[in-house]
């Protein structure tokens, strides 16, 4: 029982001890204002102070003097016996700018426990007043005028603001360094605020014409700076630049074509004056057109003067110049080459007259010697132009002339070396330069006449050469005239001309009856212009085997004689026909086969690629008709008859000839979709082969009769055309080789034998030759059948295929020669 009074007395004991701690417990600050804190004008502000164990009463003083709390001015920013925060409201820099204590009494005299804050300081923002710029102790205007490399100091105030503004310095957009830190103070009749000063050196610069300067004042009363700016407008000398339109140049100017504007640009500040110069010596608004106009630009004033060249002259050509002056001085020129090319032309003398000037210039020359006889007028241009020279020959005919060009004359002077008859006639100089990748030529108005003497030189161009330096002149029995004719130069002009043969002669001009006249000689005209050569001629009438000897022409002069030997052979016209005719019958034929080998390697090839594609399908044309598999199963056993006879006929020769496979497949009639695809089965059934006897179409005896028959069918039936031939040539193909042609091969090959048969009958050997040197060298076997010509007959052959037992047994050794793609005609 005496258990609880003991834990009472306890608690009694533990409460009386707790309120005498808290009675004797000391006050302390818990929270106290900031030691420096700014605050806006206008703004509330709080200054915080907070106490515990507190038992005394809160006081604020500031700048050391008691504040007394006032309603809707200075108030408590809270009921609480601990908080002595202090509200502010409405801050201004009169009143409530200073520094501010937190006090708190003791709580009983004894203690002496009393509080003191350290001193606070509340600044009160106040904006300062819009900066100003000022020079020279006044305020600067909206500009600032400085002369080019002129140097002046002017300063920024920033006024009335607290705390103090930070000034920044920009040129255009350009921040700047200002002369020294700016100087900062408080204003004598306020000096709560402050008065900053801030100075810029600056230079009077070109480049900074017409940019602004600016003074920016930073405040933390304002997030946006402050700013007082003034443009500098700065006097400088002129500055001179050319232009052109069009400004890039594409191509060289030239004399009366082309068209080009020159600008000079000056850049001054004040406005200049622009004068022009053409090599020193100055322009007038009279010769050229002179346009002069003023414009600002960006930080810059230019004057624009112009003078338009519409078209430009070959006179506009020189070094033109410009420059300009204001009142700070005058401009260092600028230059413009003006460089306008042109054509050639020929220079006029000044002492010359018009009237006494060559036009014709004649000259003579040794035969074999070098000269320099003529040299061309001088001729001006740009670029410097040099020469040629033309010989004209034949009238219209010009030959250029390899002219060794010399530094010195550009090729004025016309060097002939080994100078010979052909060298003689009219030269032209012509004069030529470059422009703009083009060639200008002008020609010179003068004729020049080179004549050529020395002794007599015969120049034969006959139709060949034989033994000991002879010439050859062919003709044929039985013609009427046959004439033998040489060219020959003398001067001066011969006094014997000619022709000899055996124990006969006869001159110029005289005739031995009614057989042989000699022409009177032909003074040959080049040009317009007698030459010194001449054409000798011969005329032989009735011309006869015992005809063929040599002749020889020979001309006599006072310099000197020359002459030359003309065999003369005469032929056989028929002989040569024929010759002529079975050779390009077989030629022709030759072309024929190769023409059908390559076509038909070509197509084995694609056939090839085909039956690979095809391998393996189906022949859906069976499954939409019967006509389609019975056509297919003839085409097959064509096909494989010919390939069965391959081995028999090996021996017969080595004609090549390929089936149209196409042809045998094509069918007219609906096909389906997939039978389209498998048209070409037959190619892939049996595969063509290369050798003609693998088919039994033919043997090459067959081939060797082929030229034989087709010329005798020319030459005995008269009147043919040439479609007459190629229906026989493709009837012999049917029924000799029982092949068809696809092309139109026959029609080719029978127009050839027509062109050349028209030359045979005509007598147009050199004609018919040329056209045959044309054509591939003749194969082996054909050059043999042409040996055998002359003991053949006409050759008949039989329509049966099976009477090849009948023909020549003779085989013979050939090239493989290659036809053009065929297939077998079926049977009439």
């Known amino acids: 029982m005496k258990f609880p009074r003991v834990a009472s007395t306890i608690r009694r004991l533990t409460i009386v001890l707790a309120i005498t701690i808290v009675a004797c417990a000391q006050q302390r600050f818990k929270e106290v204002p900031a030691i420096y804190q700014e605050v806006s004008a206008g703004h509330d502000v709080q200054l915080p102070c907070k106490v515990q164990d507190k038992k005394g009463q809160c006081i604020w003083q500031k700048d050391r003097k008691p504040v007394g709390i006032y309603p809707d001015k200075y108030e ?18 009169e009143f409530d700018d200073g520094f501010w204590e937190c006090q708190v009494t003791s709580g009983d005299f004894m203690r002496q426990d009393a509080l003191t804050s350290l001193p606070a300081r509340l600044l009160v923002r106040v904006k300062p007043r819009k900066p100003s710029l000022e020079y020279g102790g006044t305020i600067l205007n909206t500009s600032l005028t400085l002369r080019e490399g002129q140097e002046v100091t002017i300063s920024c105030v920033s006024r009335y603001g607290n705390p103090v503004a ?24 306020n000096p709560k605020t402050w008065a900053a000063h801030s100075l810029l050196r600056i230079r009077g610069r070109r480049e900074y014409h017409g940019r602004m300067i600016r003074c920016i004042t930073i405040h933390p009363s304002s997030p946006v700076p402050t700013t007082t700016e003034s443009q500098l407008n700065i006097h400088y000398s002129p500055e001179v630049r050319f232009q052109t339109s069009p400004r890039w140049m594409t191509s060289s100017l030239e004399d009366s074509t ?185 020609p010179s108005e003068v004729r020049y006449v080179l004549h050529v003497t020395g002794p007599p030189e015969i120049q034969a161009r006959p139709s060949g050469s034989g033994e000991n330096g002879s010439y050859e002149s062919i003709g044929w029995a039985g013609e009427p005239v046959h004439r033998l004719k040489s060219r020959f130069c003398s001067r001066p ?10 124990s006969s002669h006869i001159r110029a001009g005289e005739s031995i009856q009614p057989k042989y006249e000699a022409l009177p000689l032909e003074p040959i005209i080049e040009d317009k212009m007698v030459t010194n050569c001449y054409w000798a001629k011969l005329e032989i ?15 006599e002069s006072e310099k000197g ?3 030359t030997n003309i065999k003369l052979i005469i032929r056989d016209p028929s002989e040569m026909k024929v010759i002529a005719a079975a050779s390009a019958i077989g030629l022709l034929l030759l072309l024929l086969l190769i023409s059908i080998g390559i076509f038909s390697l070509l197509r084995m090839k694609q ?38 006879s391959a081995s028999k006929s090996t021996q017969d020769g080595n004609l090549a000839v390929l089936y149209d496979y196409d042809q045998i497949a094509k069918q007219a009639r609906a096909m389906s979709p997939e039978a389209l695809k498998v048209r070409r089965a037959p190619a892939v059934l049996q595969p063509p082969t290369m050798l003609a006897v693998e088919h039994g179409m033919g043997s090459i005896d067959k081939a060797d009769l082929f030229c034989h028959y087709i010329t005798d069918f020319i030459y005995i039936n008269e009147g043919l055309c040439s479609s007459e031939i190629a229906c026989e040539l493709e009837d012999f193909m049917d029924e000799q080789f029982n092949t068809e042609l696809q092309d139109l091969s026959c029609k080719q090959v029978a127009e050839e034998l027509y062109k050349f048969y028209r030359y045979c009958v005509e007598g147009n050997e050199t004609q018919a030759v040329i056209e045959f040197e044309k054509l591939p060298p003749l194969q082996p076997w054909i050059v043999a059948c042409l040996a055998k010509k002359s003991n053949k007959g006409p050759v008949a052959f039989e329509n049966d295929s099976d009477s090849e037992s009948d023909e020549i047994e003779e085989s013979m050794e050939t090239e493989d020669t290659e036809w053009i793609q065929v297939k077998p005609r079926r049977k009439k």
């Open 541 to 555: 009438k009735n011309l006869q085997k015992e005809d063929s000897r040599m002749y020889t022409l020979l001309v």
């Open 561 to 563: 004689r020359d002459s």
């Open 493 to 502: 002009p011969p006094r014997l001309v000619a022709w000899q043969w055996g």
């Open 76 to 93: 408590w920013f809270s009921l609480r016996s601990n908080d002595c925060t202090l509200l502010i409201r409405r801050a201004s820099l």
């Open 258 to 442: 082309s068209f080009m504007n020159l600008k000079c640009v000056a850049d001054a500040n004040p406005s200049a004056m622009i004068k022009w110069f053409k090599d020193s010596t100055p322009i007038s608004s009279e010769n050229i057109l002179l346009l002069t106009e003023n414009r600002t630009e960006s930080n810059s004033t230019s004057t624009v003067s112009e003078l338009r060249f519409e078209p430009v002259k070959r006179n506009d050509a020189g070094l033109y110049s410009c420059k300009a002056v204001n009142i700070i001085g005058e401009s260092p020129p600028a230059n413009y080459a003006l460089d306008v090319q042109f054509a050639p032309r020929a220079k006029r003398m000044e002492d010359s007259n018009d009237n006494e000037t060559l036009m014709e210039i004649e000259e003579t020359a040794q035969l074999g010697s070098s000269v320099e006889t003529f040299e061309c007028p001088e001729f001006e241009g740009n670029p410097i132009p040099r020469y040629k020279w033309l010989h004209l020959r034949g009238g219209t005919t010009e030959k250029t002339i390899e002219n060794p060009t010399r530094a010195k004359d550009s090729g004025k002077r016309l060097r002939l070396e080994n100078v010979m008859w052909s060298d003689e006639g009219e030269y032209r100089c012509v004069a030529f330069n470059m422009i703009s990748g083009t060639r200008r030529e002008t």
């Open 166 to 189: 930070l000034i920044k310095w920009f040129i255009g957009d350009e921040e700047v360094e200002a002369l020294r830190e700016q100087m900062n103070a408080t204003e004598v009749d």
């Open 607 to 644: 056939r090839r690629y085909r039956c690979e594609e095809d391998e393996g399908s189906i022949a859906a044309d069976a499954l939409y008709g019967n006509n389609v598999s019975m056509d297919r199963q003839k085409t097959t056993k064509t096909l494989s008859a010919s390939k069965g």
